[in-house]
Nanobody, 119 residues
Framework: QVQLVESGGGLVQAGGSLRLSCAAS????????MRWYYQAPGKQRELVAG???????NYADFVKGRFTISRDNAKNTVYLQMNSLKPEDTAVYYC?????????????WGQGTQVTVSS
């Protein structure tokens, strides 16, 4: 089976930085796209950033210039470097990956990692 495991969340002061990691495990999973979402309390899950297998990226407007998504295809890992953090960035951050698991196209989610930014 395929599992996504996030790490790197925590408590940081406003203006600080955190780096999230998400590693995908499981054989026969060829990952195409990897994305980070966030979900604040009482709100819907929203896309933060995405990256294709070839390295093309896209970002939500509210993180442009502050967050950077990257990936290491050899390690099946995606990263989110978060700089200039704001209290409104406080949320649970989820990793998502889609691709071919054997011949089936599937999407998988991690369990989430809490990011808390204090003012």
């Amino acid at each position: 089976q395929v599992q996504l495991v996030e790490s790197g969340g925590g408590l940081v002061q406003a203006g600080g930085s955190l780096r999230l990691s998400c590693a995908a495990s499981g054989n026969n999973f060829r990952i195409n796209n990897m994305r980070w979402y966030y979900q604040a309390p009482g709100k819907q899950r929203e896309l933060v950033a995405g990256i294709t297998r070839g390295g093309s990226t896209n970002y939500a407007d509210f993180v442009k210039g502050r967050f950077t998504i990257s990936r290491d295809n050899a390690k099946n890992t995606v990263y989110l470097q978060m700089n200039s953090l704001k209290p409104e960035d406080t949320a649970v951050y989820y990793c998502n990956a889609d691709g071919y698991y054997y011949s089936d196209y599937r999407s998988y989610w991690g369990q989430g990692t809490q990011v808390t930014v204090s003012s």
